[in-house]
Every structure is written in structure tokens, then in C-alpha cells.
């Protein structure tokens, strides 16, 4: 037990000798930091922070004070200077002299700009007031599982005294806003001896009148509720006990991977989601419990949970000791209609006369007994910040059910924040999505120079990207090249030789477990060779044949199984070679095998079209510069076979063509690009060559 409180509890992190130089602000954004360090402080995005420091006004020179707090949509963990709002204190003060009363308190944000200081473009959130009219200098708001879990439940107001006595006070159920921001002031400035306050099924507010010790304050306060909880539940099974086995690891990953593509498809018909599954512990724990059917239904309770999650999950009918996985696929569509209409009679049942539209009335958390929880959104990294917010629900429902009895909110109550209209304000607000958002696409030979180019520029347009490649170690660097620069969500990689069946389905299954499914194929993996025809051996001839004819038909064929399964069409692109079209000297295995490719592609494009699915070729000619087939005897031979050295192979290259230009593989990617993207939605069974011109190559 004592080892059980231990491991839960919050380490002070802060270093004196690092605080001793930073101004206030700065001292301000490093205990934010270090609390949005720790998931158990709060979640991504969730809580904010702020202090009221003495600045010189700009206009008069004049020392003012300003309060610095969290900007609209940051993330304390992550935020740097600017991701602070500024505001002069003394116009938050005359705001009250505005303020017309509850009815009318949402029009008190639209006179925050009004209290800028310094011109700061960064958004006040909606938060401010409750951080402005605390009577002390700082203030921490976070969303502590340990705390929510209080906060969350029948008796919330009870527990909070019997955890804190007098120290902490407690205020009920009221949506963020300008009057719950006076009604925090009123406890603070009535309960002097109070150091923060718990708000009904929302979270924690702490204060303090310096940085260090509002930090201290709010670890002291979370550990104090996890070791109270802790004591309280250790001799309890967790959600009433076990009602549902926990499949093996492998087992629940060929599950998902089964059933992503297929949800995926289901609810992707506007626009493309991507997923997310996790089956870490708390979730196995909550999904396989006698509790999951009780709890899941009621939603969740803190606002920032049923934003990211929407207001309840659906759970998928699997009996995990006996997984009759077709019958569950077969019944999937039924199930996600079934969640759209009730979706949407919610919505019809509480929606105002100013209520926006309905929006996407799918599910965004999907959970599977035995197996975990998928959830999908319209990009990898909200799925996954989705996931995270759900087990902070569960870790909430887990605490609140074994102490009290947990409460969602009132259904009125979670709409009315879901469909705010600030809500709805801040929505219109984002930057229009990219044109490959939503999308996934798989890169065979990922590890090359056209490979890592198409990856980019595929990433740079929003899409997820799997790399795939046969050199382990030239993978290994190329993930972690596009990773550092786009992010770690949105890039995975798998080990793959095309001519292996084995490893192509792993891969495909690797990519439905992280993505979710696929609607981009970039068939890329190639060799090349170089060899009078006398000389060409069987071994050769077949190599070439085995990677760059049945390599492509491999990964294609899985391909195709995916996107039907999806039901939502698809691209494949073939990375060809003008040597597909014109006979060149001493090459017949490789432009034999080339031939084949492209006629392959010719015979998809037939076989897609009804589902969608759009099959093009991207033919590249000499693209020498990155490229890993033109290094050791394959540069070699090309150089002996025109006379030429090693150096001076792509100056002559560059010359034959009829642009007299070097082709590069980000030109290649700009051709696969072109027909992975919507801007070649009306075709298919094309050649593009990207080849700086060449008479033997024209299609016609």
C-alpha cells in the first residue's frame, strides 16, 4: 500500500538555482511547464496558469499591473512565452461595471481584447475571469485525475471537506464563464485561509501570492487526494471486478488491426479519419469490467474530457472468450448508425434556436472487452490526445465509483458546452485543413532518395506516413529525419521485403493498428541491374522480376483488400521508369520487369475504378542524386555502357534529355503528389513521365 501511494506521488521538480534569474513571466511559464510536464497534473491542452506582474505600460512608462495567463487552445506542458494573453488588470477590474448578468455573460469575451496589453495578438481563453478576480498574484487550474475523481462524484462537496478541511473550498457545477470567475473571487476573498478550491465536476483551482509555492501548493493538494483515494481503494477490485478476459498482446493487435480499417470506413465518409488504439492496463482494466456497461454509458464529467471524446463511446459487442470476430465486423455498420442516430436525436432533443449546426455525429472512442479502445479524429495527434483524454476519464470513473458514485454531467449541461457558441467561434477559427489531412499512405522503399522525398512532401500536406524498406539501419535514419521534423505521430516505419507475402500482410496490419487503414499507396521499392542479354542470369533476371513485377503486385494486392474493406477508394502510384516505355542497352531484365509494372498498373486501373480506387505511374528517368539503386556496380555499368565515369554520368544524363535538366526526386514526389491528392481525382490509369523529355518514352 505505502508503495502503491509512493508511486503515484508528485516529485517537486522545481530548481531554485534555474528559477533564480527569471522575471516573473518567465518564472510564470516554467511552473507551467512543469506541471503540463505530468499527465497526472493534467491533460494535453487541459488547465491554465497565470500571474499578475508589475510591467511598464508602453504608452506612459508607466509600471502597471498585468495579468499574464494561458492563451485560447495552448498547452501549459508545451507553451513558450507567447502562448500567454496579456491583459491590464485594471480593465479586467472595470469589465464588472459591464457585466449585465448570467444571461448575458458570453458577450463578456468579446470585451477581453478590449483589456490587451501590449498589443499581444494571443487569444484570452475563456478562463480569464476566474484567474483575473482571484485576489492573489498566481493561479493554477489543472484537471488532476486525483481530483476530478473527487470532483466527479454524487457527494463531491462532502469529500472535498472531509480531504481538506477548510483549505480548499468547493463551488458547484457551473460552466467556465465571467460568473463563475466571480464566484471564485467570493470564495477567496471570504475564506482567506483557503489555498484553492475544487469546482464540481470540472477540476482544481490553487493560488498562491509566488510562483514556487502556487506550485507547491497545487502538488501538495493532488497528492493529498491520490493518497486519499489510494487508501480508500486498495482493498477494492477496480469497476466492481472482471467480467471479460484480456486477450494476448498479439491477439488484440490482429483485432484491431481487423477492425480499424473497417470502422474507419464507416465513418469516413465526409472526411478521412485516422486512428488510434491503445490497450494499456487502465483501459484493458475498464473494458473487461462489470462496470464497463454502467460507466461508459453515463459519459464523462470534465469538460475538456467530453470535448475530445464527445459525450459518451461506443462499445463494441465482442465476447473476448469467444471472438466471433466476422459476426462483430458484420454488425459493425448497424452499431455506428445505431450511435449516429442517437447521436443526433441527443442533439435534436437539446439544441437551442442559436445552437450550431450538428456536426460529425460519430463516435470518437471505440471500446472493445478483451481488446482496448480505437479512437479516430481527423488527424493522428487528436486521436491520440483523445485517447489520453478517455483514460483520464476512466482513471476519473475508477476513482469516483470506489469512493461515491460517479455523475457525468447533466445531458443538457454537456451540450451546452459542445455546442457553445465560443466553442463554436474557436472551431471557425482553425486554419483550413491541408489537402492530404485525414489521409494515410504507405511508401515502399521509404529509405531512398524518391521515397524520403514523396514521404515529405506527403507529410507536408497533412498526410500519415508509413515507411517501408528492406535496410534496416537506412530506415531507421529515415524515420527519424521525417520524424524530427514533422512530428513522431504522424510517421511510422516497418522492416518489408516486397517479394515476401508474410511481410507485406504485416505490415499492412502494423499500418491499420497506427493509422487506422490506408488510402495511399506509393509502390517504390526498387533494384536495378545492368548486363548484356548473354550475360544476364536466371538469378538476375528473376530478382528483377521478383521485386520490381511481383513486389508490386504484392503490396498492391493488399492494397486493394484494405481499401475494399475501407469502402472509401484509394491511390496507388507506381513508381515506374521511362525504361518501362524505351528499350535502353544492356538493362532487358530491369526494363522487362519495368514493362511489367506499368502494364500491372493498366490492368488495376480497370479492376479499381468501381470502387474508387485510382491506380497512376510516375515514370522517373536518372534520378541519380539520393538514390541507393545507383550506388556500387549498378553506377558502374551505366557509366561503362555510355563511356563515361562515375561523375559525369549525370551531366550526361542531364544533356540527353530534351529540357536539358537534371531530374531530382522531389520532382518525382511532386508527380506522386499530384496523383495521391484530390488534384487528379477524375484520373486513373495514367503515365506521368518526369523525365526532362525524352522522344522514346512519349506515351503516344
Known sequence: MTETIAANRLDNLWDDARAAGMSE????????????????VTNYGGGNTSAKVMETDPLTGEQVEVLWVKGSGGDIGSMKMDGFATLYMDKLRALKGKYRGLAHEDEMVGYLPHATFALNPRTASIDTPLHAYVPHKHVDHVHSDAIIAIAASINSRELTAEIFGDQIGWLPWKKPGYEL?????????????MRGAVLESHGLFTWADDAK????????????????LDRKTAAQPAFGGARAPTLEPAQRRDIAARLMPAIRGLI????HKVGHFDDQ?????????????????????????????????????????????????SGLPQAIAGYR??????????????????????????????????????????ARISAEFYVNAINVMRGASAVSTYQGLPEQEAFDIEYWLLE??????????KSLAGRVALVTGGAGGIGAATAERFLREGACVMLADIDAGALKTAHQGLAANFGRDVVRSVQMNVTDESQVARAYAEMAVEFGGIDILVSNAGIASSAPVEETSLALWNKNMDILSTGYFLVSREAFRTFRSQGIGGSVIFVASKNGLAASPNASAYCTAKAAEIHLARCLALEGAEGGIRVNVVNPDAVLRGSRIWEGEWLDQRASTYGTDKEGLEEMYRKRSML??????????????????????????????????NVQAFTR
Open 25 to 40: 513571466s518567465e518564472k510564470l511559464l516554467y511552473r507551467s511547464n512543469l506541471l503540463g510536464s505530468d499527465k497526472r
Open 181 to 193: 470567475g466571480l464566484w471564485l473571487e467570493k470564495l477567496a476573498t471570504d475564506n482567506p485561509q
Open 213 to 228: 509555492d502556487c506550485y507547491l501548493t497545487t502538488l501538495e493538494i493532488i497528492n493529498q487526494a491520490a493518497g486519499w
Open 268 to 271: 469516413s465518409n465526409d472526411r
Open 281 to 329: 492496463p487502465a483501459v484493458l482494466e475498464f473494458v473487461g469490467s462489470n462496470a464497463l456497461g454502467t460507466l461508459a454509458p453515463m459519459g464523462t464529467s470534465c469538460p475538456d474530457h467530453f470535448l475530445r471524446t464527445k459525450i459518451r463511446p461506443l462499445v463494441i459487442d465482442l465476447d473476448p472468450a469467444n471472438p466471433d470476430l466476422d459476426a462483430v465486423l
Open 341 to 382: 442516430d442517437e447521436y443526433s436525436t441527443y442533439y435534436d432533443r437539446c439544441k437551442k434556436p442559436d445552437s450550431p449546426a450538428l456536426r460529425d455525429p460519430n463516435a470518437v472512442v471505440y471500446l472493445i472487452p478483451g481488446v482496448g479502445m480505437i479512437t479516430f479524429a481527423l488527424d493522428k495527434t487528436t
Open 424 to 433: 463554436e467561434a474557436k472551431l471557425q477559427r482553425m486554419p483550413k485543413p
Open 660 to 693: 536539358k535538366r537534371a531530374v531530382l526526386p522531389e520532382d518525382i514526389a511532386e508527380g506522386a503528389y499530384f496523383f495521391a491528392s484530390d488534384l487528379s481525382a477524375k484520373s486513373t490509369g495514367n503515365i506521368l513521365n518526369v523525365d526532362a523529355g
